[in-house]
């Protein structure tokens, strides 16, 4: 079964920024983007990079690499529309003053 974990709380993640949390086995960055929260799974399909260490703008991030740019709503990436490249999402909620994601088990 998948539940939402608590990974940080509200506060813990600056406008504009991400943070990194591994959750059930799974790296995910969690962004604080235009007031919502977003996630993401945080190995950049490219090299590896953290993407919770990346530029957020406009609901997307961009690697801090090599700048590859990724959308926090649906993981698509957003430099060749093309390319079925794609980096998996995440739902989050903020539970009190707890920001929680649900990642099922196995997902990498
Ligand atoms: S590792 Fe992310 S763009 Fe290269």
């Known amino acids: 079964m998948t539940e939402?974990?608590?990974?940080?709380?509200?506060?813990?993640?600056?406008?504009?920024?991400?943070?990194?949390?591994?959750?059930?086995?799974?790296?995910?960055?969690?962004?604080?983007s235009q007031g919502k929260y977003l996630a993401i799974n945080d190995?950049?399909?490219?090299m590896?990079?953290?993407l919770a260490d990346g530029h957020v703008e406009d609901d997307a991030v961009m690697c801090p690499w090599h700048a590859w740019r990724f959308s926090l709503k649906d993981g698509t990436w957003l430099?060749?529309?093309?390319?079925?490249?794609?980096?998996?999402?995440y739902e989050?909620?903020?539970?009190?003053?707890?920001?929680?994601?649900?990642v099922p088990a196995g997902d990498t």
């Open 4 to 32: 939402y974990q608590t990974v940080a709380k509200v506060g813990d993640i600056p406008e504009g920024q991400g943070r990194s949390f591994a959750v059930n086995g799974t790296m995910v960055g969690v962004f604080l």
């Open 43 to 46: 190995f950049c399909p490219h």
């Open 48 to 50: 590896g990079a953290s």
């Open 79 to 89: 430099d060749n529309s093309k390319s079925n490249i794609k980096s998996a999402c």
């Open 92 to 102: 989050v909620r903020v539970d009190g003053d707890e920001i929680q994601v649900c």
